[in-house]
């Protein structure tokens, strides 16, 4: 059975940094993309961060674009993303997800192209 399991989330001021690991099991990591995908209170999930199999394909959400880097361990099945330069906006909770069977070649930015999820890391930046 695949396992997602983030770490890394807390409270922060605005300004400071975070870095947000999801250690995966039970399936070939390297076989498949990862992503990184956040929900606000009474708002939608949204995409953050998307890294193909091989980590050259890589993409990130606008609002994130130079603060925010997605990177990948396969030698430890571990998907990373550091986040610098919070804003009090990117308080979330914060999910880790796999990509679904056949989905590796690309950093899929839809939730769909997901297969699995993990429970999710609070973030919560502070003004």
């Known amino acids: 059975q695949v396992q997602l399991v983030e770490s890394g989330g807390g409270l922060v001021q605005t300004g400071g940094s975070l870095r947000l690991s999801c250690a995966v099991s039970g399936r070939t990591f390297s076989s498949y993309a990862m992503g990184w995908f956040r929900q606000a209170p009474g708002k939608e999930r949204d995409f953050v961060a998307g890294i193909s199999r091989s980590g050259g394909s890589i993409d990130y959400a606008d609002s994130v674009k130079g603060r925010f880097t997605i990177s990948r361990d396969n030698a430890k099945n571990t998907v990373i993303l550091q986040m610098n330069s919070l804003k009090p906006e990117d308080t979330a909770i914060y999910y880790c997800?796999?990509?679904?069977?056949?989905?590796?070649?690309?950093?899929?930015?839809?939730?769909?192209?997901?297969?699995?999820w993990g429970q999710g890391t609070q973030v919560t930046v502070s003004s």
């Open positions: 997800a796999a990509g679904a069977s056949g989905y590796y070649s690309s950093a899929y930015v839809t939730s769909d192209r997901y297969g699995y």
